[in-house]
């Protein structure tokens, strides 16, 4: 769905802006997925598997994430580069049409800047909008302390465990928690 243009100063005094994605984006979307899934394990991808992304299959995305009822995606530019994105989903179905699913992810340059609280508000303002919504949900991997932090901060709190979850390149087993909060909040 197309939403508003959100505009706010990051904590360094530089300005970003909150909006949906472009065609003009694509090359800055995928250098994203590349540089964010590089920079941290807690990310779905490694970087080699990005090479399925195309400028064909970005500008679908963005299409399709545009013109979807049920879903909101948002990036974030700063200084005119993509800075990170994130999504909230509303499922349609009746039974779980109360629920919401939110996604965020920010390349390493920007954590710290307020851009993670900017985006989760305009997320919930957004989830707000949607009739029947109810609570949000996200969820996370062990050991990101980062995101589980900010995720509290929001008012999200751990609801279960997918044990074993994620298995990194070394091996080693991660579980990954679900986290949900009401949209009361």
Same mark, same amino acid.
């Given at each position: 769905m197309l939403t508003r243009e959100v505009s706010f100063t990051l904590k360094d005094g530089r300005r970003a802006v909150l909006r949906n994605p472009r065609e003009g984006d694509i090359p800055g979307l995928l250098d994203y997925l590349v540089r964010s899934a590089g920079e941290s394990d807690f990310i779905m991808r490694y970087p080699e598997e990005c090479a399925k992304y195309t400028p064909e299959g970005e500008a679908k995305w963005i +299409?399709?994430?545009?013109?979807? +009822?049920?879903? @909101?995606? =948002?990036?974030? +530019?700063?200084?005119? #580069?993509?800075?990170?994105?994130?999504?909230?989903?509303?499922?349609?179905?009746? #039974?779980?049409?109360?629920?919401?699913? &939110?996604? &965020? @992810? =920010? =390349? #390493? +340059?920007f954590w710290g800047q307020g851009i993670g609280t900017a985006m989760f508000r305009e997320m919930t303002e957004i989830a707000r909008g949607w009739e029947d919504v109810t609570q949000l949900e996200l969820e996370f991997v062990e050991g990101n302390a980062r995101a589980r932090a900010l995720y509290e901060k929001m008012g999200f709190r751990i609801v279960g465990v997918r044990p074993d979850a994620y298995r990194f390149k070394d091996g080693s087993l991660h579980n990954e928690y679900i986290m949900m909060r009401g949209l009361e909040l």
């Open positions: +299409e399709d994430n545009n013109s979807d +009822e049920n879903a @909101a995606v =948002l990036v974030c +530019e700063v200084d005119g #580069k993509i800075a990170g994105n994130c999504s909230v989903h509303r499922n349609p179905m009746m #039974k779980v049409r109360h629920r919401s699913f &939110i996604a &965020i @992810a =920010l =390349l #390493k +340059e």
